[in-house]
Each structure stands twice: as structure tokens, then as C-alpha cells.
């Protein structure tokens, strides 16, 4: 559910027109409503509430201050991968002993970072990374929390580029190397374990296999606690799906119930790391049309945001919903919606059905919350676009747009 909505024939975020806020801050520009981000935080953290457990956002999804900021005061901890989203998640004032710290790359200097900060755990990956935090700690005097990110082969059945429980995935630890690992980082001087964790891939519409990778764990927590090792916490990662197009995704509470009863019949304390079910629905993209053009047997609405600004439909395929923010009952007709950039790749929606726009028009691009302006990039030199926060009938620039100075400013001679 979001609070974007059709008032008459004009489109809101919220109580605030979208056509109000492409005047004020120009497009392409992403918009969030507030209303909708806190009915995330309290239908997922509150599905959890039937146990012990830490809502770990996951940054990468949208790492804006703005959003960061509004999650930390809601007492929502944060999942991380860079040592750049360990920032700006501090930043925003989301506590370090909130933190945990995922992904298969990090750096010794990235690990020195996250240890001094003082984070809840690391996820590792390997047991080459294993080694390394175990050096970086020593040179520290400290014991690096940590967690293995096990790979617990179910399938999530979702789009293979965002699939990372399955065997031929490069993440986590093979499901039957775990105990040998476990065996092994109990040795180690300065690594102290508290965990187990799986993240088995995102926009799962099925709950099913999160109650599999759940069994997965408890299982080998069982055999964990008999080497002894005494494990706290279990980190069932993010993955729940949202509505793009016609599906169903599960509620919240479905997922819940899928892990809750597992996880407590094993003694653990739950980590979850949302990242899509937070922000995906929370944010539009507004952009305007610049051209309609007809080649032969196509037309195309050629319009100012582009594959640089959201990736998606191009890197995925992925569907967007896109809607006139004035509705004008205009007559439908098939049309490409093409951004400004010099790929063919550069497309919003293919072979779409809109009511037919006229140039200047603008057009809300839906579900744009979640993996739109955290991997937007600068190609054919293009501005990153503002970001705007918008609660009831206020509207607040969150992140200016880049000007064309901040894209040599990091020039040298
Ligand atoms: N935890 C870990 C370790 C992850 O790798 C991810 C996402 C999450 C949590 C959050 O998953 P979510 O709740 O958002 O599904 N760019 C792709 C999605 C990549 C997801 C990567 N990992 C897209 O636009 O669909």
C-alpha cells in the first residue's frame, strides 16, 4: 500500500501534487512519501514483533540521508556492504551495535572501519575473508563479531541476476562446509562467533522458500551448538517481493510466519534485512516528456530520465508502472518510453499500453523507490537527479540534483 493517488484528475504524493513538485525542483526527480515509508517500518519491523529481533534496513536499496535518518529515529538498525554505506548510515544516526555488515568483498580497510565503529557482527563470506578479518582484528586488539553467510541451495525462484541462495550463486558458504568453518573460526584468537545468516535473493513473491532457508539454518545450528559454539543470532536476510505490475506479493505477516516459528524453536535472536518491501513502493520517479516521436511503425515518448537515472527495465527487464500525473483521458496507443541516452538499452517500459502523452507532459514512474537513485550513475554525463521527501502537504528537497561542476569536481589539473 503507498500514498500516491489520483485526486480528481491529478496525480498526488501524498497531499502534494506531482505537477507542484516538478515546478518547483525540475525533473527527472525521484519523490518519497513519509507516509508510506512509516506504514513499512510498521507492518514489517511489527511482523516480527512475536520475537526477539533486529529490523536491519538494508542500505542499498535507497541510501538517502532523508530516508536513513527517518529509519534510525524509528529504532530500525541498518545492513550494509561498503564501507560507504557504514557512513552514511552512521551518519543518518543509526547506531553501530545496530549494523551488520554483508557482502564478499571487503576490503582490510573497510573491516578496520566497521571494527573501530564498533558494529553488531560481520556476515562473512569466505574463509579467505575469515583470515584476513581475523588478522585486521588482531592488529586492532579487538574480536571481530561474526556471522556466516551460508548458502543454503533453495531456490528462490525469482530473476536469476538477483538470485544468491543457489549453489552456482557467488555467495556465501556451501551448506556442507558450514560446520567445518564454524569449527575452524572458533580457534581463531580474535573472532568471536554469534551467528548464522542466508540472504536467498530479492522480489520473492513465494514465501515458501524463506521457510526452507529458515530449516536450512536451525538445522545447522543444532550442529553448531554441538561443537560447542554458542550462537545468538540468525540473520534470514531480506528478499520479501513487491507489487510492480499484477503480482500478489505476500504480506508481511506471511513472511513473518514463515520464519518466526523456526527460528524461535532454535533459540536465536532474528535479523532481518528488508530493503525493497521498505522504499520500493515508497518512491516515484517524475520525469517529463520531451518528444514523441514516430519512426515507421513505433512511437516513442522520448522523455528526461534515462537508463542512468533508473536501471531496471534495462539491466533487468524490469516492469514500471508508468501514469500521467494529469489525467487527460487521453486514447491509449502501444509506445516505447525511451530516455535521452545513447543506447538502445535506454528504455523505461517497451511495447507499453498508455493513454498517449503530449510533449511537456509529466509522467510518474511507480515502485521507483527501491534500487532507483541508489544505482543511478552519471553516464552520457548526466546529473543525478533530486530526491524530494514529501509528508501530507509538505513537500522538502532531500538531495539537491547534481549541477555539472559536481561532475569534474573531482578532477585533478
Ligand atoms: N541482504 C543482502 C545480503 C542482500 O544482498 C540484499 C539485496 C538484501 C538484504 C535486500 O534484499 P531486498 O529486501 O531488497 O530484496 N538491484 C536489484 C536487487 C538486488 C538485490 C541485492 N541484494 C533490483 O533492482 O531488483
Known amino acids: 500500500m503507498h500514498w500516491f493517488n489520483y485526486k480528481d484528475s491529478e496525480f498526488y504524493a501524498e497531499d502534494v501534487p506531482l505537477s507542484r513538485i516538478a515546478e518547483k525542483y525540475g525533473t527527472p526527480v525521484y519523490v518519497y512519501s513519509r507516509a508510506t515509508l512509516e506504514r513499512h517500518i510498521r507492518t514489517i519491523d511489527g511482523a516480527f514483533s512475536g520475537i526477539d529481533h533486529l529490523t536491519c534496513y538494508s542500505v542499498k536499496a535507497n541510501a538517502c540521508g532523508a530516508i536513513l535518518r527517518l529509519f534510525a529515529e524509528h529504532g530500525l538498525g541498518a545492513d550494509i556492504v561498503s564501507g560507504g554505506e557504514l557512513f552514511r548510515a552512521l551518519r543518518a544516526g543509526i547506531p553501530a551495535e545496530r549494523i551488520v555488515y554483508s557482502g564478499v568483498g571487503k576490503t582490510p580497510s573497510e573491516m578496520e572501519y566497521a571494527l573501530n565503529s564498533g558494529i553488531l557482527m560481520f556476515n562473512v563470506e569466505s574463509e579467505s575473508e575469515l583470515r584476513v578479518l581475523n588478522e585486521v582484528a588482531g592488529r586492532l586488539k579487538k574480536k571481530a563479531p561474526v556471522s556466516f553467510r551460508i548458502n543454503p541451495d533453495v531456490d528462490p525462484k525469482t530473476h536469476p541476476y538477483i538470485s544468491t541462495g543457489l549453489k552456482k550463486n557467488k555467495f556465501g558458504i556451501p551448506h556442507d562446509s558450514a560446520l567445518r568453518v564454524y569449527a575452524e573460526a572458533s580457534k581463531l584468537p580474535n573472532i568471536e562467533v554469534m551467528g548464522i545468516d542466508a540472504h536467498i535473493g530479492s522480489q520473492l513473491v513465494d514465501v515458501t522458500p524463506f521457510r526452507e532457508a529458515a530449516e536450512r539454518l536451525a538445522g545447522l545450528i543444532g550442529e553448531i551448538r554441538s561443537l560447542g559454539v554458542n550462537l545468538r543470532y540468525a540473520d534470514i536476510g531480506g528478499g520479501l517481493g513487491i507489487r510492480y505490475n499484477e503480482e500478489t506479493p505476500p504480506d508481511p505477516s506471511e513472511w513473518a510466519s514463515m520464519i518466526i516459528p523456526v527460528i524461535k524453536q532454535a533459540g536465536c535472536s532474528l535479523i532481518i534485512e528488508p530493503g525493497r518491501s521498505m522504499v520500493g513502493n515508497a518512491g ?97 554525463s548526466r546529473t543525478r537527479a533530486a530526491e524530494v521527501m514529501v509528508s501530507g502537504g509538505e513537500d522538502t528537497l532531500v538531495t539537491a540534483r547534481e549541477s555539472w561542476e559536481d561532475l569534474v569536481a573531482r578532477e585533478r589539473e
Do not use: W
Open 284 to 380: 516515484a520517479l517524475l520525469t517529463r516528456v520531451q518528444y514523441i516521436k514516430k519512426n515507421v511503425d513505433k512511437t516513442f515518448v522520448v522523455v528526461d530520465a534515462g537508463m542512468n537515472d533508473l536501471a531496471r527495465p534495462s539491466l533487468y527487464g524490469s516492469f514500471h508502472s508508468i501514469l500521467p500525473v494529469t489525467d487527460r483521458k487521453a486514447a491509449p496507443a502501444v509506445v516505447d518510453v525511451v530516455g535521452p541516452i545513447c543506447e538502445s538499452g535506454d528504455f523505461l517500459a517497451k511495447d507499453r499500453e498508455l493513454p498517449l502523452p503530449e510533449e511537456g507532459d509529466l509522467l510518474a514512474v511507480m515502485s521507483a523507490g527501491a534500487y532507483g537513485m541508489s544505482m543511478a550513475s552519471n553516464y552520457n
